[in-house]
């Protein structure tokens, strides 16, 4: 073994010839001409005194700077990757909060990201009801965005979805299935209330909000039913699933107007400047 040893240390024995670049100093090690600082140390090994290659500073910062860069790399590679798995509809990357109009909605979303630490030891969701068009559904997006940006694996989907996937499958994969949301730090699932009523479809939300409660993870869920309706359910089956989403997440209203029509207003304008000015054209309201 010390044999071994020796020679390998006879190897790493670094050459006093200079290369291009280096220049013997007088101590009569060589040294890095960019930086001045040494290519080569003395140390003793097995009893004997040698001379060893090893890393000038400019070379050092070099190769810091490369890991920074294969790290930010890598980063963005791993946050693409999240959100092709994770934003199921693609225009939902779209809604973030450099493009949101800065209200209390839009406000309190940004503290629940910022405070995403404390969110996740606490399990603390979130339950997002109001009207049709109030905008529910870009606060959850915005809130999955940005959460993506950080690496945080989030899965924004809808129980219609879920169903469709889980139509085809055996029962062991359907638990498979709803195991893997586990994977997900947060699961946003827009829209609770317009999936297929059926007994089995129920039965189905219900296993896939329960495997979440179970795993102590936090779950944000929107909602165009009202905060009466989901605390008076019609039937049992619902009231089993609306007890489990009360339980797990907190309700905020998301008040204002119906923003799907502030946008087609906006199009409409928009399209009267483009195609109809100056041409005393109008389009039907």
Not at 228 to 235: K, L, S
Not at 241 to 252: K, Q
Request: proline content about 2%; charged content about 30%; some cysteine.
């Amino acid at each position: 073994m010390k044999e071994l040893l020796e020679g390998f240390l006879s190897k790493m024995e670094a050459d006093s010839q200079p290369k291009e670049g280096e220049y013997l100093g007088d101590d009569g090690l060589l040294y890095c001409g960019k930086c001045h600082t040494p290519v080569q140390c003395r140390k003793e090994f097995l009893g004997k005194m040698r001379t060893l290659p090893c890393t000038c500073k400019c070379r050092q910062e070099e190769m810091r700077r490369q890991k920074e860069e294969d790290e930010a790399r890598e980063r963005l590679n791993t946050i693409r990757r999240m959100k092709s798995t994770g934003i199921q509809e693609r225009h939902l990357l779209d809604w973030r909060f450099d493009v949101a109009e800065e209200t209390d909605t839009i406000r309190w979303a940004k503290n629940y990201v910022e405070n995403w630490r404390k969110v996740r030891a606490e399990n603390l969701g979130l339950l997002l009801w109001g009207d049709v068009g109030t905008g529910k559904s870009f606060v959850a997006a915005c809130i999955a965005n940005a959460l993506l940006e950080q690496a945080t694996p989030v899965l924004m989907t809808n129980f219609s979805k879920i169903l469709n996937q889980m139509g085809a499958m055996y029962t062991e994969e359907r638990y498979q299935y709803i195991a893997s949301f586990n994977h997900y730090s947060l699961l946003i699932i827009d829209d609770l209330g317009i999936e297929r009523s059926t007994e089995y479809a129920k039965e189905q939300v219900y296993a896939v909000i329960d495997e979440r409660y179970k795993a102590n993870l936090p779950l944000i869920i929107t909602t165009n039913l009202t905060i009466n309706e989901i605390r008076n359910p019609e039937n049992v089956a619902d009231a089993r699933i609306y007890s489990r989403v009360l339980e797990m997440c907190t309700p905020v209203h998301v008040g204002g107007g119906d923003r799907r029509q502030a946008v087609s207003r906006s199009k409409q304008e928009l399209v009267k400047d483009v195609l109809f000015s100056g041409k005393g054209g109008e389009t039907s309201q």
